[in-house]
């Protein structure tokens, strides 16, 4: 059967060094990309290091008991938040440059402030946290249903010639941790699928592109781009018969997160993130005084100093009142 588009995994891969104006530019063309290389050995190893205990826990080859359900294969494993589970979680991904300005290119909403005063201000909404887990498909996991993650928000895809950032709600990064292949269970892409409309008949498994990724490299999606995770039909006990994606996604910043950060981090656990990281995972207002608490920064619930949270019209306005938008990372944040 022929494909709905003429493209293949090579026409989605990039050098995670590339510049980032190329990686933004593939992803809008594409809707997904597989970035090489982005994450070092060292990396991989430290953060499958910090995640073992909490899979080993789940059993020795999938937990049933866990998900009972359709959407999840009962031989996946599934560990969430993982900014209270490894630092190198933390710095490596939910801090990675690269994936923030993926991001920040399409997530960012910069508008001015709708009041009668002619004196109008530029107020800009910066993405957040969205989701973080580990998932572990052992063998014998059936192929999810190509889907949406969009479809949480429940604002269809109007489709259109080319792609427009402000349709996006969020992105997904999926790196591979151990060998991803098409006979383990590697993530089903239909590139371009990202501007098709909902109004069409969805596409089909005869459309997908099956990933192979090496530990290391990374999956990145817009979550309009319809997807799937794939089976994994290897025996157990055979080489590479386990595929292990760490996910960090992020949304616009005034919409609910998927996996929700004040509930599933700790106090305690959120306090001994980087400022950055405290900030990403939820502890901001979104510009226009969206998520203050009592009236202020959320920041002050963590026992940062007053001086230096951002107070009365900063939790409004951008200091930066200029037309144009400056790029954004949160490895820069600051108190």
Not at 108 to 115: A, E, F, H, L, S
Not at 124 to 134: A, I, S
Not at 191 to 196: A, K, L, V, Y
Not at 207 to 220: E, K, L
């Amino acid at each position: 059967m022929t494909r709905c588009h003429p493209y293949t995994l090579e026409d989605i891969c990039i050098d995670a060094k590339a510049p980032q104006e190329e990686i933004n530019a593939l992803i809008g063309k594409m809707g997904a990309i597989v970035l090489k290389g982005l994450l070092s050995k060292e990396e991989v190893d430290q953060m499958l290091s910090d995640f073992q205990p909490h899979l080993d826990a789940l059993g020795p080859s999938g937990n049933r008991e866990q998900w009972d359900g359709s959407f999840f294969p009962p031989t996946s494993k599934k560990v969430p938040g993982l900014l209270g589970k490894s630092d190198a979680y933390v710095h490596s991904m939910a801090l990675n440059p690269v994936l923030n300005g993926i991001a920040d290119h399409a997530l960012t909403r910069r508008t001015k402030t709708t009041m009668s005063n002619p004196e109008r201000y530029w107020s800009t909404c910066r993405p957040q946290l969205n989701v973080t887990g580990v998932l572990e498909v052992n063998p014998g996991g059936k192929a999810q249903d190509l889907h949406r993650d969009d479809a949480i928000y429940h604002d269809p895809i109007r489709g259109s010639d080319v792609w427009d950032p402000k349709q996006e709600k969020s992105i997904l990064a999926l790196a591979a941790l151990t060998p991803v292949t098409p006979e383990n269970g590697g993530t089903l892409i239909v590139p371009g699928s990202h501007i098709r409309s909902d109004d069409l008949p969805p596409p089909t498994y005869e459309d997908a592109i099956s990933v192979r990724a090496d530990p290391g490299d990374c999956v990145v999606i817009l979550c309009s781009v319809y997807h799937a995770g794939g089976a994994n039909k290897l025996e157990v006990g055979a080489p590479n018969s386990i595929r292990t994606l760490a996910l960090c996604g992020w949304s616009c910043g005034y919409l609910k997160q998927e996996e929700n950060q004040y509930l599933q981090l700790t106090k305690e656990e959120v306090m001994r993130l980087p400022v950055a990281a405290q900030r990403l995972a939820g502890w901001e207002v979104s510009l226009p005084y969206l998520g203050y608490v009592n009236w202020e920064h959320p920041l002050l619930t963590l026992g940062h100093p007053r001086s230096k949270v951002p107070q009365l019209d900063d939790l409004f306005y951008d200091k930066d009142q200029s037309d144009e938008r400056k790029p954004y990372l949160p490895s820069v944040i600051s108190c």
